[in-house]
């Protein structure tokens, strides 16, 4: 979904939990709390592997790109991307410079060379995919390639668009990917290619992807998966830790991407993994300030979140 992504480390100590089973911290309450967002623990595992990949072209794919890239990768730790974020969404800092100081820090300004010519990087509309757009340029750019960053939309608009040779390289998502070429390829009801399991995963990916022109990278260890949440005040007034606590609350409104409500891991998977009803959907943003504001002044009770984001604190 991604929407991923689409959330700093300090924050957010239990932050991944969002992702993997329940929560066993005890709620405390405090004058913040309807202002505090919290992810509920993703207990029956709705969600599959979301590590970041590179996504390139494979008529423009060469042995200095894939170096470029495959290092960015072997830096991108999962702290690594949550302190990305924190500095973008948190501290205020463009993607530009956040991405560049990383690039640097980490020593990706150096020791790939042999790339020419352009390539466009695409990222979309939301901060963290226009932070590694950069990084990916800045990365390709220093190997000698003419990199630039272009913004798109949802991965409806940009994958076409990455198949056509309007975009060039992308940072996406392990799990989200697959499912998303799997049910382009092979219909809306084919069994799901994405498990929790990397390996198996990023095989499949492979797999649909290079029919369509596409070559997969090394996936980073950094994650980026959808989670939902709640403010803390909700979560402590209905007793709630894990997705699946939502049951026993009537009248929920979501909120997230306009896509939500036919993703499979956004309101599709709530409602078949988790047998959760909604009383309506509020399109919103992709994790973004659309979509937490509404869950502060109570406009929805539950949003899509990602759980790499560096503003979220913990149960």
């Known amino acids: 979904m991604r929407a991923r992504h689409a959330l700093a480390l300090a924050v957010v100590p239990m932050l991944l939990t969002g992702c993997g089973g329940s929560s066993s911290s005890k709620l405390s309450s405090g004058p913040d709390n309807s202002k505090v967002l919290v992810v509920l623990a993703d207990d029956l595992k709705l969600q599959t592997v979301d590590n970041v990949v590179p996504v390139i072209r494979t008529k423009v794919a060469s042995a200095a790109a894939q170096q470029a890239l495959d290092k960015v990768s072997a830096a991108l730790s999962p702290e690594a991307l949550i302190n990305l974020n924190k500095a973008v969404d948190i501290d205020r800092q463009t993607s530009t410079t956040a991405a560049e100081k990383f690039v640097k820090d980490n020593g990706l300004d150096s ?15 939301f901060s963290e995919s226009q932070t590694l757009a950069n990084v990916y340029a800045d990365a390709l750019k220093a190997a000698g390639f003419d990199a630039s960053v272009k913004t798109v939309e949802s991965r409806e608009v940009y994958e076409p668009a990455l198949e056509k040779g ?18 382009k390829v092979n219909g809306p009801k084919a069994p799901a290619k994405a498990s929790n399991n990397l390996d198996a995963t990023v095989t499949a990916l492979k797999a649909l992807a290079g029919p369509r022109g596409l070559t997969v990278y090394t996936p980073a260890q950094a994650d980026d998966k959808n989670a939902f949440a709640v403010t803390k005040k909700f979560a402590l007034d209905n007793g709630l830790t894990k997705l699946s606590d939502l049951k026993k609350v009537k009248d929920l409104v979501l909120g997230g991407p306009a896509e939500c409500p036919t993703r499979p891991f956004c309101e599709l998977g709530l409602e078949k993994t988790y047998g959760l009803t909604f009383k309506s959907f509020k399109s919103l943003d992709t994790g973004g300030p659309l979509t937490k504001a509404a869950l502060k002044d109570g406009t929805i009770q539950v949003g899509l979140v990602f759980s790499s984001d560096g503003s979220l604190g913990s149960l």
Do not use: H, M, Q
């Not at 020791?111 to 509309?125: E, F, H, M």
């Not at 309007?166 to 996406?172: K, N, Q, S, T």
């Open 111 to 125: 020791g790939v060379s042999g790339g020419s010519g352009k390539l466009v990087v695409g990222g979309a509309n």
């Open 166 to 183: 309007d975009l060039d390289v992308f940072p996406e998502y392990v799990g989200t990917l697959t499912e998303f070429l799997n049910k």
